[in-house]
């Protein structure tokens, strides 16, 4: 159980109409072992400083895309942040290994619930396959993909008062993360990180 | 050949070495000739009489002044001038020539010499005081402009004064003339008019001047695209100059001004698209001659007759130049030309012009004045020219500054409002700043010391208010303990550096974003412990170098990532930079060789930087979105087995 760097790296282009991520991003600045990084406010320009955001990559043992999911994708910077800084020969290629053995993970939001993201739903996949163009960016680069850590229906989430659990869930998450109790061993088949967050709560740490 | 090759030279010295030491001693380049006249001539007495002949040759200098300020003229503005022109101009003329001419009358001289007498001293010095004018950058003044109406007016009214004062001719002079065999008079020797009736003359007169607008119009064109087309610039120059020596020969011949002509010609070409070439060619002639031809107006300071009447040439000078002020200024006064603009009008024309001297050796040829009054008083010209530059500084050194402080000193204004942010100087680059802070919802506090400025935004809704921000009190009225920002928009870059270094140290909770003037600007400003710098041209000069790269045919988007690599290198050197200036700074040596010698390493980076592909082939600008090698796909094959 070594303690892990964690690297969250956020990005909401309009974080002033944010009800969730911008919260969850500014709990967990103050945690310990997490470095917090505003993509958008640090990049306005989206000029994107790739050496910067390579040492950070290497500082660090877990990566964590943090983001509201866009047209089934993450907000421009991300992906221009994957353009720039994933380059050859520094997370792929011959002697691109910066990335090996580093875990991987999307904390994201999504407007439409759960139940859209099926077969007979009317976005038509599972949020896991909508997300397969990551986990094979983390495969190629010799990273290891936890599941992501999601909350669907997020537009109404404060209504219905499911908020408190997302963010106690996500607080848990992130001291689990750092002092590496998280074991992608124990996760067993969990399409979310939610459900292994749940299952924990509920089994008194056991996995399903 | 020998003497040719000496007079030149002690010319050449004399205005090399005095002109420069007049300009930086602030007294600008007419008196520097004048002064070099002086040396050359009845101080040293190096050249003599032939200082006569050269200014004759030398006057040609002002022909071609007058053609230059004709390129400068369109029709159209030339126009839109008429009423100054013909009001101000033609008022100044005809007051001046009756008030001099009245006081000549006063002092025992007849009736047709005191008209002579009014009329040479009515004219200023169209060479100095176009020449100061531009110099000081005073051109586009409300008072200088003014001041070239009335100077243009003068110069058209010489020709119908060269046609007057013969007229004026003293019997008992024109006897004596006539025992001397009536030799001196060669200005009508070369004559196209000569004897013609008044009828013909007048034709001739207007077939001239339109022969010259309508040939300037339509053949100077065809000609000089043929000139353009040889590729030869010395031929090129030597066709300028043609035209400009052609038009004065013709003028010459119908009797005309060849300044007028050359105006008018300047004017007709003034729209064409050889205008910047001919002005280029023409300048260095013009400058020389002018030069020259002031330096012979002080070499011909007749020494002597100065020291016997002394007082007398003294006291008429400072007469005739306070009339003329006088005049000048009450004018100004009819045509509301108003604060420092009125006294610069009032101060540049008091002088009596180069025309004098013209109109004198003409009036002296048609006996109109006897030469020992002539010398006498042509001399109270070029003194009076002579004085014109102390005037100027008077004007800069005195004047100027009370009307600065006149309209910015009174009480500065009730600040009612504290706002969160206090913005220090409203010119262009303030408003901008202000206006997008106040369409967020910003509350912004404005400072501006130039009372006209305030009043302008205050007429389209701006909160500004009138007060020098670099004051303590005012900055502490205007909320600056309470607000979070200081803008520093001032355009006096000490006072700017002041004004940081002030607020940084005693309100150290303030940010401060300061514009820089240049680099070195910026590098105090630095020092002063600003929080923001920005280079007031920067970003636009980045822009247009980009632009100029999508012109070139560079893909934009690839422009841009130039840009931005480009500024990131520049920033990263900006403070390799300043330290080197800092520590340079505190040997008290700035931008010294070891500060320039960093520059242009640093420089020669960026250029390694922008276009070297790097050893992995990844070049550094062009790093983002650079394709992995070609065949770079059967590696990850091989991994996967």
Redesign the interface.
């Known amino acids: 159980m070594a303690e892990k760097s964690v690297l969250l790296l956020y990005a909401h282009p309009s974080p002033h109409r944010s009800e969730i991520n911008q919260p969850m991003f500014e709990a967990a600045c103050r945690v310990n072992g997490v470095t917090a990084i505003d993509l958008y406010g640090e990049y306005p ?1 989206l ?4 050496d910067r955001e390579q040492q950070r990559l290497v500082d660090h043992d877990v990566v964590i895309f943090q983001f509201p999911l866009y047209w089934y994708s993450t907000p421009s910077i991300l992906k221009e942040w994957q ?2 800084v994933l ?3 520094f997370a ?3 002697e691109g290994t910066a990335l090996h053995g580093k875990r991987f993970l999307c904390a994201l939001t999504a407007g439409a619930g759960e139940e859209a993201y099926h077969t007979d739903g009317y976005n038509h996949f599972p949020l896991n396959e909508l997300l397969r163009p990551l986990e094979q960016t983390a495969n ?1 680069t010799g990273m290891e993909w936890l599941p992501p850590f999601v909350l669907f229906g997020a537009r109404t989430a404060a209504d219905d008062g499911r908020l408190d659990v997302h963010r106690s869930q996500w607080q848990s998450l992130l001291e689990q993360l750092t002092s590496g109790s998280l074991e992608p061993g124990n996760l067993g088949e969990f399409c979310t990180l939610n459900q292994y967050l749940e299952g924990a709560q509920s089994t008194g740490g056991e996995a399903l | 050949m020998t003497e040719y090759f000496l007079q030149a030279f002690i010319y050449l010295v004399a205005a090399v070495i005095t002109v420069p030491i007049a300009k930086r001693l602030g007294l600008g380049s007419v008196l520097g000739y004048l002064i070099a006249g002086v040396v050359i001539g009845p101080v040293t007495g190096l050249v003599g009489a032939e200082t006569n002949t050269i200014q004759h040759f030398a006057e040609f200098g002002v022909v071609m002044m007058l053609f230059l300020v004709g390129l400068e003229l369109e029709p159209k503005v030339l126009w839109e001038m008429r009423n100054r022109l013909i009001g101000l101009g033609g008022l100044q003329v005809s007051i001046t020539t009756v008030a001099i001419g009245a006081i000549a009358l006063a002092l025992g001289q007849v009736w047709s010499v005191s008209l002579a007498i009014g009329l040479i001293f009515a004219l200023s010095s169209t060479a100095i005081v176009l020449q100061t004018f531009s110099e000081k950058g005073v051109s586009k003044t409300e008072g200088a402009q003014n001041a070239f109406s009335v100077l243009l007016f003068q110069d058209i009214a010489v020709i119908p004064m060269l046609a007057f004062i013969p007229l004026l001719a003293l019997p008992e002079l024109v006897e004596a003339a006539q025992a001397l065999a009536q030799s001196a008079d060669h200005h009508e020797s070369m004559s196209l008019v000569a004897g013609l009736p008044g009828w013909a003359y007048a034709l001739v007169i207007i077939g001239a001047i339109i022969g010259l607008v309508v040939g300037g119009h339509f053949l100077t064109r065809p000609l000089l695209t043929f000139v353009a087309s040889s590729g030869l610039r010395e031929i090129f120059t030597a066709t300028a100059l043609m035209l400009v020596v052609g038009i004065a020969a013709l003028m010459s011949l119908v009797g005309l001004s060849p300044a007028l002509g050359t105006f008018l010609a300047g004017v007709v070409l003034a729209n064409s698209e050889f205008r910047h070439e001919l002005e280029s060619n023409i300048e260095p002639f013009k400058g020389l001659l002018l030069g020259l031809f002031f330096i012979t107006v002080g070499a011909g300071i007749n020494f002597g007759i100065l020291s016997d009447n002394l007082w007398a040439i003294l006291g008429l000078t400072l007469g005739v130049m306070a009339l003329k002020g006088v005049v000048l200024y009450f004018l100004a006064r009819l045509f509301k030309i108003s604060g420092s603009d009125r006294w610069l009008f009032t101060l540049s024309l008091a002088q009596a012009g180069e025309f004098g001297f013209v109109l004198l050796s003409f009036s002296v040829q048609n006996h109109v004045l006897p030469t020992e009054l002539a010398q006498t008083l042509s001399l109270v010209v070029a003194l009076s020219m002579l004085l014109t530059p102390a005037l100027f500084i008077l004007y800069d050194k005195v004047i100027l500054p009370r009307f600065e402080d006149r309209s910015n000193e009174g009480q500065p204004d009730e600040i009612e409002e504290m706002g969160t942010v206090i913005i220090a100087g409203m010119g262009r680059f303030g408003q901008i700043v202000n206006r997008m802070l106040v369409g967020i919802g910003v509350n912004t506090v404005v400072l501006d010391y130039q009372a006209g400025q305030v009043d302008n935004l205050r007429k389209i809704n701006t909160r500004a208010y009138f007060g020098d921000a670099t004051k303590p009190d005012l900055l502490h009225t205007a909320g600056i303990a309470e607000c979070e920002l200081l803008v520093v928009a001032i355009d006096n870059q000490d006072a700017a550096v002041e004004l940081v270094e002030y607020v940084k140290h005693t309100y150290p909770n303030v940010a401060v974003l300061a514009r820089a003037f240049d680099r070195g600007h910026g590098y105090r400003l630095r020092q002063a412990g600003a929080d923001v710098i920005q280079s007031e041209t920067y970003c636009s000069a980045l822009e247009i170098g980009t632009a100029a790269m999508r012109k070139l045919g560079c893909h934009p988007f690839v422009a841009e990532q130039q840009k ?1 690599s480009f500024k ?1 290198i520049d920033a990263e050197q900006s403070d390799i930079l300043y330290k080197a200036w800092l520590a340079d700074t505190e040997e008290g040596e700035r931008f010294d060789t070891h500060y320039r010698d960093l520059f242009m390493q640093l420089e020669e980076q960026i250029k390694t930087a922008m276009n070297t592909d790097r050893v ?1 082939r ?1 070049s550094l600008s062009d ?4 394709p ?2 070609k065949g ?1 796909t059967d ?2 094959k091989d991994k996967e087995d």
């Open positions: 320009r000029n994107i400083d790739i353009d720039l380059e050859y020969n792929y290629g011959s190629l | 931005n990131r992995d990844h790093r983002g979105w650079t992995p090698p770079y590696a990850l």
